[in-house]
């Protein structure tokens, strides 16, 4: 979605995607929490690649997440 829709359609101000989107933590399956960290980050506009799969990685459930880390993630982009 481009940067000029996002911004004529951003959420009102009682909404703050980014926040929730870095607060965002697995609570369940990995494939909710995928959904749920697409459907926020398809919202927030102003975010790069990396900085979107360090948020991303840092919600992992902890054991997840180490597995994660111990591979690069530069390999994951």
Do not use: W
Not at 47 to 59: A, P, Q, S
Request: glycine share 2%; net charge neutral.
């Amino acid at each position: 979605m481009s940067t000029t829709i996002q911004i004529q359609f951003k959420p009102s101000q009682f909404e703050n995607p980014r926040e929730e989107l870095l607060k965002l933590k697995q609570s369940s399956l990995v494939n909710s929490y995928f959904d749920a960290f697409n459907d926020l980050a398809t919202r927030v506009y102003d975010m790069n690649d990396t900085l979107l799969l360090n948020c991303f990685v840092g919600g992992l459930h902890p054991d997840l997440k180490r597995e994660v880390k111990s591979r690069s993630l530069a390999s994951l982009m």
